[in-house]
């Protein structure tokens, strides 16, 4: 806390006052191509816009194009040289999210960094287009199935350069404040019990956990490709628009504890491109250091399950779209 406040740096000579410029000054970043989900505003954006300075080459992900190339014209009046590219991404939409994989590996590029920013906070409920919570299927399903798709391009670009390649997954610190058992494997989609707060710890929960799982994973097979998830810190961004009056008065009340978009986006690029993580998998960090999660992130029992329930979602999903794919089909004849 005294460090939060301060803004005194920690072991990795960062924290809560770095900036996203600061700590990935010096780093040469122009052999990565990285996506970064909801790139588009916020603490996405100027993640992307810190990583293009740094001139890696861009995937910016949004499901709001006219503000992604907003976005793009934004990096590139600042940097002429920027590599930027927009696609179209949805992370409700499991028919979206494989649309954007599809786009994405016909422009035959690397892939060498995946952040896992985008999501959504404290929405009334609602169920994705595929029937599923909406806070759940954006924050942590919709990522999950993104990553599993573009898993296989990061392991051919790891094997072909011998660049570390790195997943980061944009948690919370409100991951300490889910639904008593964590995740709600039976009744993810219960609106009597929905409670807008609690399913966002859960979804943010599910992020670590996911990280924490594939990092097992990936650690199993000898892939040279980590996993990590990060807490950003509080920042004001749009990400708070269903709660905007209420952040507002905690604000001031806590105004010590809140950072800026430079400094929210400093733990992602952090992690996501300085040297001295290489190895570095499965932790989580909050203002660039590392730093324990609840027990329930910890627990290798829940991330297996979460892996396995993510997994049937998913399948099921895909059924059900094959199946009316197969009626639409029928009744045009």
């Known amino acids: 806390m005294l460090r939060l406040v301060t803004g005194l740096a920690g072991p990795s000579g960062f924290g809560?006052?770095?900036?996203?410029?600061?700590?990935?000054?010096?780093?040469?970043?122009?052999?990565?191509?990285?996506?970064?989900?909801?790139?588009?505003?916020?603490?996405?954006?100027?993640?992307?816009?810190?990583?293009?300075?740094?001139?890696a080459h861009i995937i910016i992900a949004a499901r709001n194009m006219e503000a992604a190339n907003e976005a793009k014209q934004s990096i590139l009046k600042e940097n002429k040289s920027a590599r930027i590219e927009i696609l179209k991404l949805d992370l409700s939409s499991m028919k979206s999210i494989k649309a954007f994989a599809d786009n994405f590996l016909a422009l035959n590029l690397p892939l060498n960094i995946l952040i896992n920013n985008a999501g959504i906070m404290f929405c009334p409920f609602q169920l994705s287009e595929d029937g599923i919570e909406m806070q759940f299927a954006t924050n942590h399903l919709g990522h999950f199935y993104l990553t599993n798709l573009l898993l296989d391009k990061m392991k051919e670009t790891t094997?072909?350069?011998?660049?570390?390649?790195?997943?980061?997954?944009?948690?919370?610190?409100?991951?300490?404040?889910?639904?008593?058992?964590?995740?709600?494997?039976?009744?993810?989609?219960?609106?009597?019990?929905?409670?807008?707060?609690?399913?966002?710890?859960?979804s943010k929960l599910a992020n670590i956990l996911h990280a924490n799982e594939l990092s097992r994973r990936l650690q199993e097979e000898g892939v040279n490709i980590t996993v990590n998830s990060v807490h950003p810190g509080l920042i004001m961004t749009n990400l708070m628009r269903h709660s905007a009056l209420l952040m507002r008065i905690l604000r001031v009340f806590t105004c010590f504890l809140w950072k800026?978009?430079?400094?929210?986006?400093?733990?992602?690029?952090?992690?996501?491109?300085?040297?001295?993580?290489?190895?570095?998998?499965?932790?989580?960090?909050?203002?660039?250091?590392?730093?324990?999660?609840?027990?329930?992130?910890?627990?290798?029992?829940?991330?297996?399950?979460?892996?396995?329930?993510?997994?049937?979602?998913?399948?099921?999903?895909?059924?059900?779209?094959?199946?009316?794919?197969?009626?639409?089909?029928?009744t045009s004849y």
């Open 16 to 55: 809560s006052a770095s900036t996203a410029e600061q700590v990935t000054d010096g780093i040469d970043a122009s052999p990565l191509t990285a996506i970064v989900t909801g790139g588009a505003s916020g603490i996405g954006l100027e993640t992307a816009r810190v990583l293009a300075l740094r001139k």
């Open 159 to 202: 094997k072909a350069t011998g660049i570390e390649g790195r997943i980061v997954n944009l948690s919370s610190v409100a991951h300490i404040c889910p639904y008593w058992e964590g995740i709600q494997f039976h009744n993810v989609n219960d609106k009597n019990s929905y409670q807008d707060k609690l399913a966002y710890g859960q």
């Open 260 to 330: 800026n978009v430079p400094q929210g986006a400093a733990t992602t690029c952090y992690v996501a491109l300085h040297p001295s993580l290489k190895g570095v998998t499965g932790k989580y960090f909050v203002d660039c250091n590392e730093f324990k999660p609840s027990k329930l992130a910890q627990d290798e029992v829940l991330a297996r399950n979460l892996w396995d329930f993510s997994n049937n979602l998913v399948n099921a999903s895909q059924k059900i779209d094959k199946q009316n794919t197969v009626l639409g089909n029928a």
